[in-house]
Structure formats: structure tokens, C-alpha cells
């Protein structure tokens, strides 16, 4: 479902309820499309998302930590210098357009008190954040800026006059009387929940389908009493906030459009925009941050396997080497048949058993001698390039494996752990570091996922490199399960236990197959062994162990069942 009028007048309600009178103590900008506020209110602070993401634009509260820059964007510097410190007045919905206006009450910097508007308008791609002087009706500045060259309609620059977007001429649910719905729909041309859609403000595909089946093959009495049911829930705010699992996720905030597949109920709104968009947007973020360094990835993993294709080439003419170590020996016995200026020469093979005739070509301009030397120097030759290269693709398959297991770490990755693989190539050569700067690097702190098994053992999981050797070579005992995907790029993980359940083994491998290149497929073999058995050879690459006297279980990862036994931090 997407963020329709209907869902903006269920957020805008609710927040109303939690954030007006609080008081904005902090404002961050993480992203180019991102605001986070921190607002003060009743002794807790709530932290209130504003996004106008083309994909996943929206508002609600929520828990989510946000990596902020080191320098904060103008815009939020706009933001901070008009709002920071000021109280939220109202939070009112347009109509029933996807439109909020946040008012907030503020002191300039001469203390005469001044009133600011946050707009956002939640469309798609044609989303704004637009920060407006409610006295001049004039732009302050927005987050994207849009020229009347890209706009005919209106132009949203700092100084320009605050234009609303062009009115669709839809009615409005809420003062729309039932009779006058019934009587607008046209029963012969067919197409009922388009009707609806053309004809309601506010409303989406979904609840206008929603509408259309609940008042199928029905008169004009059934339409206006589907109708009022609607218009009421919406008057009363009668919300019930569900994530829809099946066929496929969707959100919804009436009981309207409820179906009988998968649903998981919320509390609140913010609740449910939270749970079904934190793993999106963040992935999205993720993406962005790292797009370099996956094609950086690729491109090196690209170079390593033509390398490869190379060396195969040259494996296949070296195969020849005894070739021209046979024509040399024969050469050399048969010398006396040989004169210069000869273009060939018939010998006997003897090193077949009949001792056939064998024709060996000479090259007329050398002697005897020197083409016999020619065909042992080609031997030695092909006999060192072909213990070269067979190193050369091993090594090659080697940086491969390690390229594989940071390209399956970077589709995982969160945030924090894009920064992490980028020093890591950094460190091995791969990049070139950047300039430091003269103070002093806090060091981080490396801290893996933690995961509690259903009879309560503990459960570790790096999610790089980094964090794959702290726990398996510096957090785990001797004694601790170790496991990890048969032969395939994923996470070290790390059951706290000697003796651990076969409940926990299968939970644990469960969460191993997830993070792990093999996390789409439906049967994954899994590794377990103790940590005493997992070794790093010297010299190799971040990440790489070899182990033994492991045992094997089968698994199909399922994301449920790892986030359920995941330890919220």
C-alpha cells in the first residue's frame, strides 16, 4: 500500500498525540533525503523520521540509530539555525492530500518569537521537505530545489512564494456524505474501483479496490453504506496498523482491506512504517554508500578470472613442453642425417614401441646443431612457465574466494559495515588509504551480532572480516561451536558453548546459511566444529580459516526466525 492520504491522516493523528508541545533539541541530516529530529516531550525524547525518498518517502517515529556525516548538510543547517530549540505547536494533515504542516514556535537571534513551517509532501518521486515563513508565505529553503524551467506549475527555491501542489479535483471522504458518493458512481460503466480512485481524494488502488468489493453487485444503498463505514472509521480514527506478509508485503492502516493471508498486527503507525520500511531504506542507503566498492569488487574479481582464462591459454601450449624435448633427443641422435640449409629431417621415434618414422621440421637458416639446441631451449622454456602459472591461477582462485566473501559481506551490509571492508581493502593494498588527518582516530569499537538460541545459549556472528576474526579468534574459548556454510563465502558464527543443544546447533546454522552467500536457497549445508580446530594460515588473507573434524547439518535459511532470535541492543 502506498503512503496514501489515509495512512497520512493516521501518522498525523498520532503524532499530534506524541509530539505537540514537545520541544526539537536535535536535528541531523544522514542522508541526502533524510531528516531525523529529536524532540523533548513529558521527560522522553521521541526521534521523528522525515523522508523524501522517491521509494520509501514518509514520516513516523522510531528507534532506528542513523550514522551521521562528520559535516552536517547546508539544509540541515537551515533547519537547525530556524527550528532547533522550538516548540511543535501542531501537526496538521491538507485535507486529505499527502500533505503535513508541522508549525513550530521559535526565538530569532534577537529573541523576538517567530513561527515556522515544516511541509512535507509525500509523493513518490515528487516528494518535498520545504521549510516555509507561514507570515510571508515564502520559501525558506527546501531540501531539493526545483526550478520553474523543471516546473511550470510553481518553482521551490529559497525566496519564492510557497505554492501548494495543483488540486486533482477529488472530493474530500471526510465531508462527502454518503448519498452523494452512491449517487456519483456510474453502475453501467463498469470499472467500479477506478470510479473510486478518480473520484475519492486521499484514497489508493488498494482501498479503492477495498471499497469496490465490499459493495459488489450491490444498489446504491449498499455503496453508501460501505461508504459511511469508511467515512466513520476515518472520522473516529479507527486504525488498525498490519503488515499483510502474503501474497506479498503490504501495509495497511483500516481493517478495510484486510485479507486472510499472514498479518502482523502493530500498536501504533510508526510501529508498523518502521517495521516494514527500516530494512528497505537502510539497504538502500547501504547501496548507495557502497556502489564503489562493489563495482571496485567486481571489476577485481572480473580481472582475476580473464587472469585465470590467460593462464590456461599459456597452461595448454606449455603441455608441448615434452614435445620439444623429444624432437631435440631425436635430433641430436639422428645429427648425421642433417645438414644445413635442410628444411626437415625423417628419424625414428624411439620411443615408441614399433619405432615408427616421425618427421621433425628444422628451420634451413641454423644448423643441425643449433636446431637442436632451439627445440631444448622451448622446452625449458615452456617447463618454467608452466610451474608459473599453475602458482599464478592458484593465487588467482585464492583472491577470487576473498573477493567473493567481500562482495557476499558488502550485500549484506549495514551501515557500519561499509566502512569497515573499505579500510580493510585499504589495509591489503587494494585501495589507496586516505590522507590522515593530524588528530588522533578514536578507535572503534568491533561489536558482532548477538543472538540468544530458544533455551537461552549465546549466540555471535561477525558480519565482516573484522568481526569474523575478533569472534572466532579473539572472543570465542577453545571449547565454544564454531560453524559456518560448507564452502561458501559467509559469517564466522560463534555458539558460547562446549556442549550446546542440537536445538541451538540447527538455530545457529540457521542463522550461519542466512548470512551467507547461499541465503536465498532453500537447503544449505552447514559446518560446525569446535574453535580449537579452526585455524588462519600464515599469511592469508582477512577472514580465511581452514578447520577439521567437523560435522554437517542441512538447513533453509528463514530471515523470521534469525530476527526473532536476535538481542536488540
Not at 354 to 382: C, H
Request: charged letters at 30%; aromatic letters at 6%.
Amino acid at each position: 500500500m502506498p503512503f496514501d492520504g489515509i495512512v497520512t491522516r493516521a501518522i498525523t493523528h498520532e503524532l499530534n498525540d506524541q509530539l505537540v508541545t514537545g520541544r526539537i533539541n536535535k536535528i541531523y541530516q544522514p542522508t541526502e533525503t533524510e531528516i531525523i529530529f529529536t524532540i523533548r516531550k513529558n521527560g522522553r525524547n521521541h526521534t521523528l523520521l522525515l523522508s523524501i525518498h522517491p521509494s520509501y518517502a514518509r514520516i513516523h517515529l522510531t528507534d532506528e540509530k542513523f550514522t551521521n556525516p562528520k559535516e552536517p548538510p547546508m539544509f540541515c543547517m537551515v533547519l537547525r539555525k530556524h527550528l532547533q530549540s522550538g516548540f511543535i505547536e501542531k501537526i496538521e494533515q491538507d485535507e486529505m492530500e499527502r500533505i503535513i504542516h508541522l508549525t513550530i514556535r521559535n526565538k530569532d537571534e534577537i529573541g523576538d518569537e517567530n513561527r515556522r513551517v515544516i511541509t512535507l509532501e509525500l509523493m513518490g518521486k515528487h516528494s518535498h521537505l520545504i521549510v516555509v515563513d507561514p507570515e510571508r508565505e515564502m520559501i525558506i529553503d527546501s531540501m531539493k530545489h526545483i526550478s520553474s524551467a523543471q516546473n511550470r506549475h510553481r518553482s521551490i527555491l529559497p525566496g519564492q512564494s510557497y505554492i501548494a501542489p495543483p488540486d486533482q479535483g477529488k472530493l474530500n471522504p471526510l465531508t462527502l456524505d454518503g448519498e452523494t458518493f452512491a449517487r456519483k458512481i456510474d453502475f453501467n460503466q463498469g470499472k467500479i474501483d477506478r470510479q473510486i480512485l478518480n473520484l475519492l481524494m486521499g484514497v489508493s488502488p488498494v482501498v479503492a479496490k477495498a471499497l469496490a468489493k465490499q459493495a459488489y453487485m450491490g444498489n446504491s444503498e449498499k455503496y453508501q453504506e460501505v461508504f459511511d463505514n469508511f467515512q466513520n472509521d476515518l472520522l473516529n480514527h479507527n486504525y488498525a496498523p498490519m503488515i499483510q506478509k502474503e501474497p506479498k508485503e503490504d501495509y495497511h492502516v483500516l481493517e478495510l482491506v484486510k485479507s486472510e493471508e499472514k498479518i502482523i498486527s502493530f500498536e501504533t503507525v510508526s510501529e508498523m512504517l518502521h517495521s516494514f520500511y527500516q530494512g528497505k531504506a537502510e539497504r538502500d542507503r547501504v547501496k548507495g554508500q557502497s556502489h564503489d566498492l562493489m563495482r571496485f569488487l567486481k571489476n577485481e574479481r572480473d580481472k582475476n578470472e580473464r587472469k585465470i582464462e590467460k593462464h590456461k591459454k599459456t597452461l595448454k601450449k606449455a603441455e608441448k613442453a615434452d614435445e620439444y624435448q623429444k624432437k631435440g633427443e631425436l635430433l641430436t641422435a639422428h645429427m648425421h642425417m642433417a645438414k644445413l640449409g635442410d628444411n626437415s629431417i625423417q628419424v625414428v621415434d624411439y620411443y615408441e614401441e614399433d619405432q615408427p618414422e616421425m618427421t621433425i621440421e628444422l628451420n634451413p637458416n641454423k644448423s643441425p646443431s643449433e636446431n637442436a639446441q632451439q627445440f631444448f631451449k622451448q622446452y625449458g622454456k615452456l617447463k618454467k612457465s608452466k610451474e608459473m602459472v599453475v602458482v599464478e591461477i592458484e593465487k588467482a582462485h585464492e583472491e577470487i574466494n576473498y573477493l567473493e566473501r567481500l562482495i557476499q559481506q558488502l550485500e549484506q551490509a549495514r551501515e557500519e559495515d561499509v566502512e569497515d571492508i573499505r579500510e580493510e581493502l585499504q589495509d591489503q593494498g587494494y585501495m589507496k588509504k586516505k590522507q590522515q588527518s593530524k588528530k588522533k582516530k578514536k578507535k572503534k569499537l568491533i561489536t558482532p551480532d548477538q543472538y540468544v538460541s530458544t533455551d537461552g545459549t549465546e549466540i555471535f556472528v561477525g558480519r565482516n572480516n573484522k568481526q569474523n576474526e575478533y569472534v572466532t579468534n579473539r572472543m570465542a574459548n577453545k571449547n565454544d561451536v564454531w560453524l559456518h556454510a560448507k564452502d561458501l563465502p559467509g559469517s564466522h558464527v560463534i555458539i558460547r558453548s562446549s556442549e550446546p543443544s542440537e536445538e541451538t546447533i540447527l538455530e545457529a546454522a540457521l542463522i550461519a546459511a542466512f548470512y551467507s552467500k547461499a541465503k536465498l536457497s532453500s537447503t544449505v549445508p552447514v559446518d560446525y566444529t569446535f574453535v580449537k580446530h579452526v585455524k588462519k594460515p600464515n599469511g592469508a588473507k582477512p577472514g580465511y580459516v581452514t578447520y577439521d573434524n567437523q560435522q554437517t547439518v542441512f538447513v533453509t535459511p528463514e530471515e523470521d526466525k534469525v530476527q526473532e532470535m536476535k538481542l536488540k541492543s
